[in-house]
């Protein structure tokens, strides 16, 4: 959405306009203010709610999304420290690791290779 320059409206445009009584016909004076009036009223009172609507969803989603994104930040910290002490480990060392966590390589036609694991992704500490 762009507003009468052509530049992109932000979220905080859009704010700004959900907060002005004007735009839905009501005059404040100070702390005292009008009742809807029609006749200066831009902006629909249906659509303004709904417009609210849609902000306040938008911001419980990127709220949500910085959750996941802080959780998985997490994840990706911890997998990379324990690449790093692998790939420094001597290779002794990297067998012994491998040992601790696969049980079985199995090779079948076709090279299909099938490994179980000692460990379960939330012992790894990886959500799925």
């Known amino acids: 959405m762009n507003n009468r320059s052509g530049k992109r409206f932000t979220n ?3 704010q700004n306009i ?3 009584e004007t735009y839905v016909g009501i005059l404040k004076c100070g702390e005292s203010q009008s009742g809807v009036i ?7 009172q249906e659509l303004f709610d709904r417009a609210q609507e849609n902000v306040d969803r938008c911001q419980r989603e990127l ?18 420290t324990w690449s790093a002490v692998f ?10 690791i491998v040992a601790q966590i696969i049980s079985a390589v199995r090779v079948s036609r076709g ?7 000692n460990i379960s992704f939330e012992q790894f500490g990886v959500e799925v």
């Open 87 to 96: 790939s420094d480990s001597a290779i002794e060392v990297k067998k012994m």
């Open 63 to 80: 709220e949500n999304s910085k959750t996941l994104l802080d959780r998985i930040r997490i994840q990706y910290e911890t997998l990379e």
């Open 38 to 44: 029609p006749e200066i009223q831009i902006v629909p």
């Open 111 to 117: 090279y299909n290779i099938d490994i179980d694991f």
């Open 18 to 20: 959900l907060r002005r």
């Open 12 to 14: 905080t445009t859009i």
